[in-house]
């Protein structure tokens, strides 16, 4: 095996380690899905054209709704510790 190939396959080895597993892709597909609840309520609780103050209690306790029934199912392990992590947290303020 000439240098340039040795490099080659060194090079392979170091990139398969970075490659995302299946799990870890389903993982991160399901905390997006939960990150865009909250990227929802922001852009709605920021808009600057009317006064969104009365739409902040709404929107957490719709949030919090949202995040124990429509997020009840995720696969994954780490989505759902993400998502109690949340829920424990907002439950708490």
Same mark, same amino acid.
């Given at each position: ?17 970075? !490659?995302?597993? @299946? &799990?870890?892709? *389903?993982?991160?597909?399901? +905390?997006?899905?939960? $990150?865009?609840?909250?990227? #929802? ?15 902040? !209690?709404?929107? @957490? &306790?719709?949030? *919090?709704?949202?995040?124990? +029934?429509?997020?009840? $199912?995720?696969?994954?392990? #780490? ?15």
């Amino acid at each position: 095996m000439n240098d340039i190939s040795l490099y080659t396959c060194k090079e392979d080895e170091k990139l398969e380690e970075l !490659y995302l597993t @299946i &799990y870890e892709w *389903k993982v991160i597909r399901e +905390i997006v899905k939960l $990150l865009n609840l909250f990227k #929802k309520v922001t852009c709605l609780l920021s808009d600057i054209k009317y006064l969104t103050i009365g739409f902040t !209690y709404p929107s @957490i &306790y719709n949030l *919090k709704e949202r995040l124990k +029934i429509d997020f009840d $199912l995720l696969e994954t392990n #780490k989505a759902k510790e993400y998502r109690n992590a949340i829920l424990n947290d907002m439950i708490v303020k």
